[in-house]
């Protein structure tokens, strides 16, 4: 069973790393359609068009490469 994560944020030649608790990890897993299988230890997600279409909207963000200068 998953009881958390740890996420590493990369900054030019630096990282940044920190753990979320089991609520917030569930948040993240079900943003991103993150499935994790017992059975076969494999992981499943939304892909990035899926995440576009659906999820970005409802957040009202704007991915990185997207945002008006």
Wanted: net charge negative.
């Amino acid at each position: 069973m998953i009881e958390g994560i740890e996420i590493t944020i990369y900054l030019n030649d630096e990282s940044i790393s920190f753990d979320l608790s089991p609520t917030q990890t569930e948040v993240v897993f079900k943003a991103l359609g993150i499935q994790f299988n017992n059975t076969n230890n494999t992981i499943s997600s939304f892909g990035d068009n899926s995440l576009k279409k659906h999820i970005l909207p409802k957040i009202n963000f704007l991915p990185v490469n997207e945002k008006a200068t």
